[in-house]
């Protein structure tokens, strides 16, 4: 009951917007990816592809990242009655789903926390994802072990669109 009330706190801030299912529409495609990612102190980067693809008419996606020596997976779920997404990720690495961010988009910027639980210790999470042009978007991760006072970023990746023949011949 403690966990459901703080998560609820920290959606307090946020307000409803005209959410849709269609908030990850931006996404569908193939991209490039450059990911940083922070594994004790030390920053790790690698480059990969990500692929993304439409389910149950955009009330859904997959997501699929193939990076040098990492590979996940994410399945984002548009819950109608909340107006709000639920991403769900996964690695190869143990092939284990981990708790479900929840947010929404709000002026074109997506927020989605979540509670968990690393090396033992109860964080927050928080997932931004926010779009810089129509064909790059930026995602970042940050962990908060003070109850959301301070955060720590512990994952960035940019995405970049790989032009298609379609896109490449609109004007």
Known sequence: MKRALVIACLFAGMQASAQSHADFDFHIGTWTTHVRRLKGTTWVEMNGITVVRKVWDGRANLVELKAEGFEGLSLRLYNPLAKQWSLHFASSHDGMLNVPTIGQFKNGRGEFYSQETINGRAVFVRFIITPLTPDSIRFEQAFSDDGGKTWEVNWIAI????????????P
């Open 159 to 170: 995405d970049t669109r790989i032009p298609t023949a379609e896109t490449r011949t609109k």
